[in-house]
């Protein structure tokens, strides 16, 4: 963590006026200014990266020895700094002032716009862009735009394919930590979101707002083409392979194609003679729940297509259908 990085005049110079304890360089002017002259000195070494300390691990630079020391905690996942209140542990002493806010319902940090407040001024800098409209931190490959530099970082990792968070149970990687935490959860069962309709939970919060459609009727993805609306962004992609005959998924035994994932899982059961549904009465198990849900109707006696010329009832819906024609004759 001692290594240093070579000084590089060439790219960027500075000067110092001393008297007025402000920073400026070359390329554009910097203004900070620092009460004592060894502040200013040490700051400077960020423009030139002379003697500047580099994390070992992701070569995260400082001008200053002791927050890389801070900054190596994250690593190495000590923790040492704990909430009394919640025993919540952080790896940086500001980190956990800042967090103590919370419980003392502390927000010093208010926003001039919308009077929003914050319990750090980091928080309430990424807040004030949503009203300016700033987006700082540009990707280098594509050139799309960030308001946070973290938003930035994640980005990139579509280009890189870095996937830095390995789960300890199964050893599967992702490029978001909060993706790695979703996946664990399927090892630890934890359903931390729930409904407050019909008290089912869920995983993840994604999963919860989009179950809440169903209780609130909210049908938000529409399909340009026809105009049919869904509750899931995901059944409107599906939707839409009607209209285009996109059908992406292809079996890897017989080739045959479909426009969704879930038929083809439901196809692939031919070729493995899997039946994971079973009938809870006479045992009976079959490849799709439709079906087994269907069989069940032998067994309960429900009829719930009802034909709407003579009120007669039937369990399966090509019954009905062919009843129907009756009717019409």
């Avoid at 716009?113 to 700033?134: P, Y």
């Avoid at 050893?171 to 935490?181: A, C, N, P």
């Avoid at 630890?188 to 609130?216: R, W």
């Avoid at 995901?234 to 839409?240: D, E």
């Amino acid at each position: 963590m001692n290594e240093q990085l070579n000084v590089r005049n060439d790219q960027c110079s500075y000067s110092s006026d001393i008297r007025r304890g402000e920073c400026t360089y070359s390329r554009e002017l910097c203004n900070k200014a620092f009460s004592q002259q060894r502040n200013l000195i040490t700051h400077e070494r960020i423009h030139t990266e002379e003697g500047l300390y580099v994390c070992d691990v992701c070569i995260k630079a400082s001008s200053r020895k002791s927050p890389l020391i801070r900054h190596h905690c994250t690593h190495i996942g000590e923790r040492p700094f704990t909430c009394e209140l919640c025993n919540k542990a952080f790896s940086d002493k500001s980190d956990l002032i800042t967090h103590e806010r919370i419980h003392s319902n502390k927000y010093p940090y208010t926003c001039d716009v919308c009077n929003k407040a914050f319990s750090d001024k980091s928080s309430l800098t990424k807040h004030q862009r949503i009203h300016t409209g700033e987006r700082p931190y540009t990707c280098d490959v594509c050139n799309m735009t960030f308001s946070q530099k973290v938003n930035l970082v994640r980005h990139q990792r579509k280009h890189s394919g870095e996937r830095p968070y390995t789960c300890d149970v199964c050893s599967k990687t992702f490029s978001q930590k909060v993706s790695l935490t979703k996946h664990q959860r399927i090892h630890t069962g934890e359903c931390p979101y729930m409904c407050d309709v019909c008290n089912k939970a869920f995983s993840d919060k994604s999963s919860l707002t989009t179950h809440q459609h169903i209780h609130t009727g909210e049908r938000p993805y529409t399909c340009d083409v026809c105009n049919k609306a869904f509750s899931q962004k995901s059944n409107l992609t599906t939707h839409q392979h009607i209209h285009t005959g996109e059908r992406p998924y292809t079996c890897d035994v017989c080739n045959k194609a479909f426009s969704d994932k879930r038929s083809l899982r439901t196809h692939q059961r031919i070729h493995t003679g899997e039946c994971p549904y079973t009938c809870d009465v006479c045992n009976k198990t079959f490849r799709q729940k439709s079906i087994l849900t269907t069989h069940k109707r032998t067994h309960t006696g429900e009829r719930p297509y009802m034909c709407d010329v003579c009120s007669k009832a039937f369990s399966y819906k090509s019954s009905l259908i062919a009843h129907h024609r009756i009717h019409s004759v």
